[in-house]
């Protein structure tokens, strides 16, 4: 049987979620003799191929990082989306409810061991959107696995599910938003 | 109550008329789930969680604030219940916060659970986010606007168990939120920071500086216990995490004396004390350091015989502060009279023990302190009269049974203090007699009651009519410096009330004046009696075991030792003060004393200036009796361990008898 192809990214995240995945321990064994891992952060491919599985961790907040997503989005047959950033927003959209210069300015010139601050603005620099947003307010997902990260033992039903040919639902006690 | 019949999902269950759709579906195992809904709150319906079919009923409604009739056909759980449930709980999580990552309730939210069973996985709608204040003014508790989800449990709890009705909705719509008063920081505004709302909310949005991040429920374990910090004795249920206290809640809200205070909630809590944890000895050059507890001992009981030998057993007075246990106060006791031998004992609140118990005996004597009334029964009276007294603050939940008493019996309160009072818009009536005229105004108020046309024409009414027979109603008012019509007023009020109860505290007891306790208790009996009973009255003491201290009779009735040492040729002062912060009542320690032990679990002042310092643990390291001030006795648990080394008051007591009869 053919491998399932799986790319995967991390946007505006802690790569929790990946660390997440990696304690699956042994069970990465069985999960690599079925999938082949294609773009993600580990392999650092930089190009998307078509694949069947696109694996999102982190949430969108700013345009290269939904441009990333959109892209995926464009070469996987089934979206999903892991932890809280991905799923709602997370700690990422804390900032969500300040204006995005207060943000700039708190971060940049306000803190208190900043010394003669300045916000960069260099050419290039992928701009901040206003809020930032879970990855379903930007595009159609198909599964979710929230958590903050999510349980190994989570992201591993979650997989098994789609290796099934099931899209997964994680049941109420493998819910975590923490 | 008639009896109802109805039928839920097919079946046919039993309800009482009266009943709610969703109390008849809770106590048939029918399980809805619910945000606004709080055991013993009325309910609004405010979460729609709970929404149900009801056959023919247009749309769904919720159960909580429908009243079940015979004969109703009701769905409680169908895809399409279910699917509305879900769908409140996603617009819930959109309108403002809900990112449990970095909320403090994350793990004990019921919000957070219902996402779970309802398997909310992502977040359909937009986010609104609104940016809205913190409010961390309050010394223990924080609420955090962005975490509310609006289900006014806090609000009804807040004014229908607690009373003080500090908090409500304000503003409007969108705009709706919880605010203190009229939109003030919790912290300035008429809170008593007893932490119910805290307790109630289902969410993160109260939160307690105290208990945030120190521990999750489900890795505590639970501890229930009796507070006896005030001497209410409400009933707690402790959390406690690797011997460290991370919360302290009501078992039950609803439940007599299970409100708390912020005293028993919170200040059990806070380390501000600095702790005795070693036992110190004063060195050559006068200052105090660690030494092993048994040598400390050793110490003080080779000097106190030596004392005692040379001066004589009335050389050596002790001091114990009814902050202590029974057990404490009982080993006092046999110490200082029986091993030292000595007559001189008082108590930090003797000077009240002396005023009650002698105010008592020229009433009625040998009535004793069983003539005071329990504090539930403020929760049935229709007149409550505080004098000299701020219970909100002294004695906050028998001052939330007097709040309450006022809003769902209608009661009249009628206040006479010539200082401010946390109830004044519970008051129907404030005097304000001159300092030091409250004993005529409380005779003038008697007077005036009976004047009114008392209906027992008792031997005990008559009595106090002819002890009054001088007092002109009118101008002894205007000498205590209260009109004569509001004192009619008042008169009026007493004389229609049904049952009426007096409650006083600090303000009379500071006078010292056994007169002022009989005048309450005359008083007493005549409002008393026009119900019929026996003078319903309840003194506010000033120590958590008063009540134990004062049952047992420890101090002195004739005089104050305390004040007296230098009178009684007092040489050395063995003092008591376990786990009690409060020592304003403490004479000088500086002279004519030669010897000085100080037994305590805090440093002080007091404990600065003794030769010897004993460790005490708190009461939340020992499980130990206490009195309530209306005079039951409840046994308290230990929370946690107090550290090594440190021994009860009674043990060591027992200890340095042990070695002084050797």
């Keep these: 049987m053919a491998k399932v192809k799986v790319a995967t990214v991390w946007l505006e995240s802690c790569a929790g979620c990946h660390m997440s995945f990696l304690d699956i321990d042994e069970a990465i064994i ?13 392999t650092d491919i930089k190009e998307f191929p078509q694949v069947d599985v696109g694996i999102v961790e982190g949430s969108v907040g700013n345009t290269e990082e939904e441009e990333i997503l959109k892209e995926l989005r464009a070469h996987c047959k089934i979206l999903m989306a892991w932890g809280d950033c991905a799923c709602f927003g997370g700690v990422c959209a804390m900032r969500s409810s300040f204006d995005k210069e ?34 379903s307010h930007v595009v159609k997902v198909d599964c979710y ?34 | 109550m008639k009896e109802i019949n109805l039928t839920i999902n097919g ?66 759980h169908n895809e399409k219940l279910e699917r509305y449930r879900r769908l409140v709980l996603e617009l819930i999580f959109t309108e403002r916060n809900h990112l449990c990552a970095q909320c403090v ?131 707690i249920e402790a959390l406690v995490k690797d011997n460290r206290l991370v919360r302290i809640d009501s078992p039950d809200l609803t439940d007599k004396r299970g409100i708390l205070c912020h005293k028993g909630r919170f200040a059990t809590l806070d380390r501000n004390h600095e702790r005795v944890d070693t036992a110190l000895v004063k060195n050559d050059r006068g200052k105090l350091e660690p030494r092993p507890l048994s040598e400390a001992v050793d110490i003080v009981a080779k000097k106190l015989a030596e004392l005692k030998s040379k001066y004589g057993n009335n050389s050596i007075a002790g001091i114990v502060s009814s902050q202590a246990s029974n057990e404490s106060l009982k080993a006092f006791k046999e110490f200082i009279t029986g091993t030292i031998g000595s007559e001189l004992i008082d108590t930090l609140d003797g000077d009240a023990y002396r005023a009650i118990t002698q105010g008592i005996n ?16 403020i929760l049935k009276a229709d007149c409550i009269l505080v004098v000299g007294a701020n219970p909100l603050e002294s004695h906050p939940v028998a001052g939330s049974y007097i709040a309450r008493a006022t809003k769902q019996n209608k009661a009249k309160l009628i206040v006479i203090d010539p200082s401010q009072n946390s109830f004044s818009y519970h008051t129907a009536l404030w005097l304000k007699p001159k300092a030091g005229k409250e004993s005529l105004a409380l005779n003038v108020l008697t007077k005036a009651v009976i004047n009114k046309g008392s209906k027992k024409d008792s031997t005990q009414v008559k009595k106090i009519a002819a002890s009054l027979k001088n007092i002109n109603v009118k101008q002894d008012s205007e000498q205590a410096g209260i009109g004569a019509n509001e004192l009619l007023e008042a008169a009026e009020i007493l004389g229609k009330a049904r049952h009426s109860v007096i409650v006083y505290g600090d303000g009379i007891l500071k006078h010292k004046n056994p007169g002022l306790i009989t005048s309450l208790l005359s008083l007493a ?75 305590s679990s805090y ?40 550290a090594d080394g440190i021994k009860t008051d009674s043990e060591i007591l027992r200890e340095i008898s042990k070695h002084m009869k050797k």
Excluded at chain 2, 59 to 65: E, F, G, H, L, S
Aim: hydrophobic share 35%; with cysteine; aromatic share 6%.
């Design chain 1, 30 to 42: 069985d999960v690599a003799n079925l999938v082949e891992f294609t773009r993600t952060p580990i």
């Design chain 1, 102 to 135: 207060e943000v700039l300015r708190r971060g940049y010139i306000e803190t208190e061991s900043t010394y003669k601050g300045k916000i960069p603005r260099p050419p290039g620099v992928p701009a901040l959107l206003d809020q930032v947003k879970p990855i």
């Design chain 1, 145 to 178: 696995v929230p958590g903050c990260p999510p349980e190994a033992g989570a992201i591993l039903y979650a997989l098994k599910e789609l290796l099934a040919g099931r899209i997964p639902v994680l049941p109420s006690e493998m819910m975590r938003f923490d």
């Design chain 2, 11 to 76: 079946k046919q269950v039993k309800g009482k008329e009266g009943d709610t759709v969703l109390e008849i579906c809770q106590a048939n195992g029918i399980d809805l789930p619910t945000l606004c809904h709080y055991k013993g709150l009325s309910d609004v319906g405010a979460c729609r969680l709970c929404v149900v079919e009801i056959e023919r009923e247009r749309r769904p409604v919720p159960a909580c604030t429908y009243q079940a009739r015979d004969g109703l056909v009701i769905h409680t």
């Design chain 2, 105 to 235: 309730a994350s793990g004990d939210c019921e919000l957070q659970s219902l996402a779970y069973k309802y398997q909310m996985d992502n977040a359909r709608y937009p986010y609104s986010w609104p940016s809205l204040p913190l409010d961390s003014v309050n010394d223990y508790l924080v609420i955090d606007h962005n975490r509310c989800i609006l289900c006014g449990r806090c609000i009804r709890t807040c004014d229908e168990i607690v009373g003080v009705h500090t908090l409500d909705f304000g503003y409007r719509g969108w705009k709706d939120m919880v605010v203190a008063d009229l939109n003030q920081p919790l912290g300035t505004s008429s809170c008593i920071s007893c932490g119910a709302c805290f307790q109630v909310c289902p969410t993160g949005a109260i939160f307690s500086k105290n208990s945030a991040y120190k521990g999750r429920p489900e890795e505590c374990n639970k501890v229930s216990s009796v507070c006896p910090i005030c001497g209410v004795g409400c009933k």
């Design chain 2, 362 to 377: 020229a009433y009625q004597a040998k009535a004793g302190l069983d003539t005071e009334t329990s504090i539930e029964e």
């Design chain 2, 525 to 599: 009996a005549i409002t008393s009696n026009q119900g019929g009973g026996k003078p319903q009255i309840i003194s506010l003491k000033p120590k958590g075991n008063s009540r134990g201290a004062w049952d047992m009779g420890i101090a002195d009735l004739s005089q104050s030792i305390m004040k007296n040492l230098s009178g009684n040729e007092v040489k050395a002062l063995y003092i008591l003060l376990a786990d009690d912060v409060d020592i304003s009542e403490l004479p000088n320690l500086g002279k004519g004393l030669e010897f000085v032990v100080v037994q």
């Design chain 2, 603 to 642: 440093l002080s002042s007091a404990t600065s200036k003794a030769n010897v310092v004993l460790p005490s643990p708190t009461w939340t390291e020992v499980g130990e009796k206490y009195s309530t001030l209306d005079g039951m006795v409840k046994s308290t648990s230990r929370l946690i361990k107090p």
